[in-house]
């Protein structure tokens, strides 16, 4: 079975912009949760998907929103980029079998000039 | 809220040197708790897990058991190899209606020398 993909793996921005990031779910996973990781903050939830359905949210600002399709694969948006956002952005899946288990994606990483 | 505290590291060790890797933590309800590994350049990989009380999770040589007296999960391997040097997080879920939410801790940072 394939793992989580994420893409891009690498982006680079400059501040203002808005950046999209995409993530497929393990087949057969139709919960993907997205988290940020900083060397200052560590690793943070930013939310989680189910079925085309935000069923949680972390505290990050509303320029950080999310959406899931069909199909689960799920993406996810930045607006009005800041040096702050700079950051490994790792999904997760998990399935309804087994949903406290998370597998997690290779990441992309997105540094703000 | 949740909250996980890990040792601060980093964690510099001889091959086949003990390893111990403190993890507590504060949760409502009854949580699931985990230790995930992350390599350079990598996501993280789940190492193991315990979802209730005196469960020991192990994989690779890892063990850790969830104490719900000292609510503690902390990680330990007899004999660690340079192959292990990674960045390990303790982490956990509360379930119920924390869908798809873990909290980690700050995770630590091993390091072994042949």
């Known amino acids: 079975k394939a793992g989580v993909t994420q893409t891009p793996r690498y982006l680079i921005k400059t501040r203002g912009q808005q950046v999209t990031l995409s993530c497929s779910p393990i087949?057969?996973?139709?919960?993907v949760s997205w988290y940020q990781q900083t060397p200052g903050q560590g690793l943070q939830f930013l939310f989680e998907?189910?079925?085309?359905?935000?069923?949680n949210k972390g505290n990050f600002p509303g320029r950080f929103s999310g959406r899931q399709f069909s199909n689960s694969r799920s993406e996810m948006n930045v607006s009005t980029l800041e040096l702050g956002d700079s950051a490994l952005y790792l999904c997760a899946s998990s399935s309804t079998s087994s949903p406290n288990e998370q597998f997690f994606g290779p990441g992309t990483r997105l540094t703000v000039l | 809220g949740n909250s996980v505290t890990q040792m601060e590291g980093p964690v510099t060790l001889s091959e086949e040197a003990f390893l111990t890797i403190n993890c507590t933590y504060t949760a409502t309800g009854y949580p699931s708790l985990f230790w995930y590994v992350q390599y350079p350049g990598e996501g993280l990989q789940l190492l193991l897990k315990a979802t209730k009380a005196d469960d020991k999770g192990s994989n690779k040589g890892f063990e850790a058991t969830y104490r719900k007296e000292t609510t503690s999960f902390h990680l330990e391997k007899g004999s660690v190899q340079v192959s292990d040097s990674a960045v390990y997080f303790c982490?956990?879920?509360?379930?119920?209606?924390?869908?798809?939410?873990?909290?980690f801790g700050q995770g630590t940072i091993l390091t072994v020398h042949p």
């Open positions: 982490a956990l879920t509360s379930g119920g209606t924390s869908y798809g939410k873990l909290t």
């Open positions: 998907y189910f079925s085309e359905t935000q069923r």
């Open positions: 087949s057969g996973h139709r919960s």
